[in-house]
Every structure is written in structure tokens, then in C-alpha cells.
């Protein structure tokens, strides 16, 4: 059954409702729901210049017989009523009186506080994104150049690595980078990969107390630590995702050589980076490829950059069908690689993505689901996500800092793009965050 109008003055606990009108014009972090708290009830039948709705099939059936709730009046209700009034009665100066301090923390506010945070987001994902594009569009030719052992290539990479340096001296930056890493959408794979290891890589560099010039040349071998696949033919790389252990064996071993073969024709090529090239596939107990290296045989810039490239390969494995999302593949490496991979380097991996990565989609306790934007590393279980309601306007974008809202409203579990419908999927995407909120509609008309 759909939606039908309804009365504030008929609505119940156990009612699902809806909505009608701008998500600056009621306190709810979302425009529909089910009614499950008096207090909820009350502002709901206080809520002026709004359009109500209930859904009956989604509706608790007692709900339907039972009569209004008794009255039992809260001493924090009208102070809760009040204090989430639009924010167009507030006084904007710079000398606020106590009283009006109070209201900092009310929902609505908060909204909007929310919200304009979210456009700042915006705009340091758009400088990153062209960036980051950038970054993919040279590194092409960079790698022809070392590929034919020109030069050129090594400067061009290590250009690019100072850029990458810079970027993630800002928070927000590295926030956004981080949103951008999350989500495979260029058919580039093989940059993608060496872009996102060797940028994930400086940041766990920098969280581990590496010198800026000891993570430019970790960084560089990161760019190239697979670039002996270029050996192969293209179809023997597609095949990857689907080698049998013997084949995949040889490949491991096989390609690191042939990368450190390439980049000696490069003059001046750091030796550390080299090494990082030759060890990526060791692992700590001797069990890794080519030449079975133990923990102290192994360089530490090594270490950092197998952690991230098995990262980045369990979240983009070849076959789709395959692919961990983010939470999987940190606790896969927390949990299973205690053995092979540097425990100080994982530990500093998930802080750095937090427990719930920018670019994870998740299923909320209201129902509702949506994708993470960014950490707070303050709390890494409640981050920013973008929600997707069905009863929302596309031009108003739902967005919540979990770490301000009521610790009832939680993540339930992370969940796979497959596993959602086309739109949803669509609306969610990583990259359609730098579309929201076009310049003409700033956040001050929604509480005009």
C-alpha cells in the first residue's frame, strides 16, 4: 500500500511515516520512519508547514487500534519542542547570549552545521579528484618511460610522489583521497592500483614516523612494485584473478625480478625503492616469493607496501565475485596475516582508514541505508555517511555525523554494492558526492 495523508493530530507509536518538506523543516535525521517514542510523537505533532504521510503495510498492526497514547508530559519536552525551532529565529552575530549557546546542539542545527561541513568536504574532494586524475593520466606515461628506460620516468614519478606529499598534508585532503581510493570506477586498473598502494602506503609511512624523503622512496617503489606485469601479455593479466596456485606461484616470483630488471636501466633509480620492487611478495616467515626472506631480511619500506597492496588487491580482486569490501579486508589482514605481514603496519593501516573506510556502505538501526563519506578518528565507529532515503530529494542529500547523534542510531553491518538495488547503488556512489549541492542552492535557503 503507499503512502496516504494522515493528520498529526491521528498519529500514533507504531506508525510509518513520512515526511513532506524540506529535511531542515523537522529534526529527524531522516524524512521517513516509524514512530517508536512518545517524545518523537509529540515534536511530530508540533512540526508546522510540513505534509504528513503513513504507510500502513510498513506500520506495527496495534497501531492501528490503539488510541492516542495517555498524556504523560516530559519536563524536557517544551525545552526539546523549543530548541528545535528553524534556525532563522536565531541571532547571527558574533556576541551570542548564553541562552542561544545552548541551541548549538539542537538536530536542526546541527543539520546545518552537518551539511555545510559536507559542501567544505565537497570542495577538497573536487581539488583531490582533478588531482588524482591527473596523477593517473602521467603516471601512463611514466610507466612507458621506465618501461623503455628513459629517465624521464623516474623524474615524472617522483614528481608526482611530492605532489601525493603534499595532498595529504591536509586532513580534509587525505579524507578525500581516501573516498577516491575507495572506489574502483576507472577501467585503468593497473594505475589505479599503483596510485592507491603508493598513496596508502605515505600515509601509513607518515603514521609510522618515516622521514618525508625515507617516504618519497618507499613511495616510489610503491608506484612500481608491479611493474615486471608489464612483461606479460594482456591476457595472461586478465587471467590473473583465476591463475591456479601453480601458475600464480610463478607469477609471484617472477614478476618482482623483472621489475628490478627495469628500473636498473633507470640511472640514479633509489635503491630503496628497488628493494621494495624485489620484496613485496615476501612475507615474514619465509613463506612469500621470490626468495622465501624472513622478517629481519626484509626492508621496512617493504614491509609497509605489502600490507597495502594486499589491502588494495582483496578490496579489487580481478574477479569481481571475489572482491572483500573495505571492513573485510582490514579484518582479514588483522586476523590472518598475524603470521606473514608486519602487525605495526596493519594496526596503522586501519587507523589511518578507520574501522568503517570512506567509500563503505552500510545498513543503519533505522533502516536506512548509506555510504561512509569520512572517519572520525575521534570515534571510528560512528563516522559521517551519506543516507539514502527513497522519500528524500536527490538535491537534498541526507548527512549524518554519527558522533552527534543519539547512540541509538548506529551501524548495524557493512554491506556489498551488489547486494543493492541499481538506483540505490547509483546514488551511493563515491563519485557522485562531488555532484551534490549545486552552487545555486546554497545550505541558507533550505532555512530561509
Same mark, same amino acid.
Given at each position: !500500500?503507499?503512502?496516504?495523508?494522515?493528520?498529526?493530530?491521528?498519529?500514533?507509536?507504531?506508525?510509518?511515516?513520512?515526511?513532506?518538506?524540506?529535511?531542515?523543516?523537522?529534526?529527524?535525521?531522516?524524512?521517513?520512519?516509524?514512530?517508536?517514542?512518545?517524545?518523537?510523537?509529540?515534536?511530530?505533532?508540533?512540526?508546522?508547514?510540513?505534509?504528513?504521510?503513513?504507510?500502513?503495510?510498513?506500520?506495527?498492526?496495534?497501531?492501528?487500534?490503539?488510541?492516542?497514547?495517555?498524556?504523560?508530559?516530559?519536563?524536557?519536552?517544551?525545552?526539546?519542542?523549543?530548541?528545535?525551532?528553524?534556525?532563522?529565529?536565531?541571532?547571527?552575530?558574533?556576541?551570542?547570549?548564553?541562552?542561544?549557546?545552548?541551541?548549538?546542539?539542537?538536530?536542526?542545527?546541527?543539520?546545518?552545521?552537518?551539511?555545510?561541513?559536507?559542501?567544505?568536504?565537497?570542495?577538497?574532494?573536487?581539488?583531490?579528484?582533478?588531482?588524482?586524475?591527473?596523477?593517473?593520466?602521467?603516471?601512463?606515461?611514466?610507466?612507458?618511460?621506465?618501461?623503455?628506460?628513459?629517465?624521464?620516468?623516474?623524474?615524472?614519478?617522483?614528481?608526482?610522489?611530492?605532489?601525493?606529499?603534499?595532498?595529504?598534508d591536509g586532513a580534509d585532503n587525505s579524507r578525500a583521497l581516501l573516498n577516491l581510493i575507495g572506489s574502483n570506477e576507472t577501467s585503468e586498473e593497473f594505475f589505479f592500483h599503483a596510485t592507491n598502494v603508493s598513496s596508502l602506503s605515505m600515509m601509513v609511512g607518515l603514521d609510522l614516523g618515516l622521514s618525508r624523503q625515507e617516504n618519497?622512496?618507499?613511495?616510489?617503489?610503491?608506484?612500481?612494485?608491479?611493474?615486471?606485469?608489464?612483461?606479460?601479455?594482456?591476457?595472461?593479466?586478465?587471467?590473473?584473478?583465476? !591463475?591456479?596456485?601453480?601458475?600464480?606461484?610463478?607469477?609471484?616470483?617472477?614478476?618482482?625480478?623483472?621489475?628490478?630488471? !627495469?628500473?636498473?636501466?633507470?640511472?640514479?633509480?633509489?635503491?630503496?625503492?628497488?628493494?621494495?620492487?624485489?620484496?613485496?611478495?615476501?612475507?615474514?616467515?619465509?613463506?612469500?616469493?621470490?626468495?622465501?626472506?624472513?622478517?629481519?631480511?626484509?626492508?621496512?619500506?617493504?614491509?609497509?607496501? !605489502?600490507?597495502?597492496?594486499?589491502?588494495?588487491?582483496?578490496?579489487?580482486?580481478?574477479?569481481?565475485?571475489?572482491?572483500?569490501?573495505?571492513?573485510?579486508?582490514?579484518?582479514?589482514?588483522?586476523?590472518?596475516?598475524?603470521?606473514?605481514?608486519?602487525?605495526?603496519?596493519?594496526?596503522?593501516?586501519?587507523?589511518?582508514?578507520?574501522?568503517?573506510?570512506?567509500?563503505?556502505?552500510?545498513?543503519?538501526?533505522?533502516?536506512?541505508?548509506?555510504?561512509?563519506?569520512?572517519?572520525?578518528?575521534?570515534?571510528?565507529?560512528?563516522?559521517?555517511?551519506?543516507?539514502?532515503?527513497?522519500?528524500?530529494?536527490?538535491?537534498?542529500?541526507?548527512?549524518?555525523?554519527?558522533?552527534?547523534?543519539?547512540?541509538?542510531?548506529?551501524?548495524?553491518?557493512?554491506?556489498?554494492?551488489?547486494?543493492?538495488?541499481?538506483?540505490?547503488?547509483?546514488?551511493?556512489?563515491?563519485?557522485?558526492?562531488?555532484?551534490?549541492?549545486?552552487?545555486?542552492?546554497?545550505?541558507?535557503?533550505?532555512?530561509?
Open positions: !500500500m503507499p503512502f496516504v495523508p494522515i493528520e498529526s493530530n491521528a498519529l500514533r507509536l507504531g506508525l510509518f511515516i513520512k515526511i513532506e518538506g524540506s529535511w531542515f523543516s523537522h529534526p529527524f535525521p531522516t524524512n521517513s520512519f516509524k514512530i517508536t517514542d512518545s517524545k518523537d510523537l509529540e515534536i511530530l505533532k508540533s512540526l508546522k508547514s510540513i505534509k504528513l504521510f503513513v504507510d500502513f503495510d510498513r506500520s506495527d498492526p496495534e497501531a492501528f487500534t490503539l488510541s492516542d497514547p495517555p498524556e504523560s508530559p516530559s519536563k524536557e519536552l517544551p525545552e526539546r519542542i523549543a530548541a528545535e525551532k528553524s534556525l532563522v529565529e536565531m541571532e547571527n552575530n558574533a556576541s551570542t547570549p548564553p541562552e542561544a549557546e545552548e541551541l548549538v546542539t539542537n538536530p536542526m542545527q546541527r543539520k546545518v552545521a552537518q551539511r555545510e561541513a559536507f559542501q567544505v568536504y565537497q570542495s577538497h574532494l573536487q581539488q583531490v579528484e582533478n588531482q588524482f586524475q591527473e596523477v593517473l593520466q602521467e603516471s601512463k606515461q611514466m610507466f612507458q618511460d621506465v618501461v623503455a628506460g628513459r629517465p624521464r620516468g623516474l623524474r615524472t614519478a617522483q614528481k608526482i610522489v611530492v605532489n601525493l606529499l603534499d595532498l595529504l618519497e622512496k618507499m613511495a616510489l617503489g610503491a608506484f612500481f612494485h608491479d611493474i615486471g606485469e608489464l612483461k606479460y601479455p594482456a591476457e595472461t593479466l586478465l587471467r590473473k584473478g583465476m !591463475m591456479g596456485q601453480g601458475e600464480l606461484k610463478t607469477f609471484l616470483r617472477t614478476h618482482p625480478q623483472y621489475g628490478v630488471e !627495469m628500473v636498473d636501466k633507470i640511472p640514479n633509480f633509489p635503491y630503496e625503492a628497488v628493494e621494495v620492487i624485489r620484496q613485496h611478495h615476501e612475507r615474514l616467515n619465509g613463506s612469500g616469493q621470490p626468495s622465501g626472506k624472513k622478517d629481519p631480511q626484509i626492508s621496512t619500506f617493504a614491509k609497509i607496501v !605489502m600490507v597495502v597492496d594486499l589491502y588494495d588487491e582483496l578490496c579489487h580482486h580481478p574477479d569481481p565475485a571475489r572482491s572483500l569490501i573495505p571492513s573485510e579486508a582490514l579484518s582479514y589482514l588483522y586476523v590472518k596475516c598475524r603470521q606473514t605481514l608486519w602487525h605495526d603496519a596493519i594496526v596503522s593501516l586501519i587507523k589511518q582508514l578507520g574501522v568503517y573506510p570512506p567509500g563503505s556502505l552500510v545498513h543503519l538501526s533505522n533502516q536506512k541505508t548509506g555510504i561512509v563519506t569520512s572517519v572520525n578518528f575521534e570515534n571510528r565507529l560512528r563516522p559521517i555517511i551519506l543516507v539514502y532515503d527513497e522519500h528524500s530529494s536527490t538535491e537534498e542529500p541526507i548527512v549524518l555525523n554519527l558522533a552527534e547523534e543519539d547512540d541509538s542510531l548506529l551501524i548495524t553491518e557493512t554491506i556489498r554494492p551488489g547486494d543493492l538495488t541499481p538506483k540505490i547503488r547509483e546514488c551511493l556512489n563515491p563519485r557522485r558526492l562531488i555532484s551534490y549541492f549545486p552552487s545555486n542552492t546554497p545550505v541558507e535557503s533550505y532555512v530561509a
